[in-house]
Every structure is written in structure tokens, then in C-alpha cells.
């Protein structure tokens, strides 16, 4: 299984930008997705999460600015970022469960496959 990650870039402080994490090799409908960021010199940190039903869960840094979604026939989650803030500069990483999940998973530990990483750089 492989994910790409795209979307990123540079923008000023209240802008939008939507990333794309799209799978390759396998269906991940069944799976739980997530999104993760990493700023330098920080620890890896949950963004947002989705089940496979569609059941959603938001880093509270992000909750109200960032909507995540699912696209199953496209094999592509989503990440709408709106009123972005320079804090939210990191390069932004999705993941996939091999399995299906009841609840989403804020866990990375608990992520089989990651995508390569995209940069969101935001400018004050």
C-alpha cells in the first residue's frame, strides 16, 4: 500500500488549503484514516481522524478550522484547513489502518501505512 500525500504550501495566516492523501495497491474503504503533523524539533501530533462509517475525531488545536473527509470510490482522504494559523505550519502526514476500526484512531502507533509527508508552511 502506498499514500501520496499533496496539497501543501506556503500561505499567510488565515488562508485555506485542502490536502489530498490518495491509496494505491489496496482498497482502504474498510479502513480508519487519520492525518498527523510534525513541526521541527516537535513530536509527531494527531490532527484529525475518520472510520470507515464516516465517525470523526479532531485534535482540539484544530477543531472548528479543519474538516477531514473521505473519498472511498477515489481511495482519498481529505483535509480541509481554513483560518490557518503560522502554529499550523508542519509537514502533514496521513495514515491508514490495515483494519477497520469502531472509533477513530488519534494513535499512530496504531497506523500500518503512511504517506510520505506534504509541508504546510504558514506565513504571519
Known amino acids: 500500500v502506498q499514500l501520496q500525500a499533496s496539497g501543501g504550501g506556503l500561505v499567510q495566516a488565515g488562508d485555506s488549503l485542502r490536502l489530498s492523501c490518495a491509496a494505491s495497491?489496496?482498497?482502504?474503504?474498510?479502513?480508519?484514516m487519520g492525518w498527523f503533523r510534525q513541526a521541527p524539533g516537535k513530536e509527531r501530533e494527531f490532527v484529525a481522524a475518520i472510520t470507515s462509517s464516516g465517525s470523526i475525531n479532531y485534535a482540539d488545536s484544530v477543531k472548528g478550522r479543519f474538516t477531514i473527509s473521505r473519498d472511498n470510490a477515489k481511495n482519498t482522504v481529505y483535509l480541509q484547513m481554513n483560518m490557518l494559523k503560522p502554529e499550523d505550519t508542519a509537514v502533514y502526514y496521513c495514515?491508514?489502518?490495515?483494519?477497520?476500526?469502531?472509533?477513530?484512531?488519534?494513535?499512530?502507533?496504531?497506523?500500518?501505512?503512511w504517506g510520505q509527508g506534504t509541508q504546510v508552511t504558514v506565513s504571519s
Open positions: 495497491g489496496r482498497t482502504l474503504s474498510g479502513s480508519a
Open positions: 495514515a491508514a489502518t490495515r483494519w477497520g476500526t469502531n472509533r477513530p484512531v488519534r494513535s499512530p502507533t496504531l497506523y500500518d501505512y
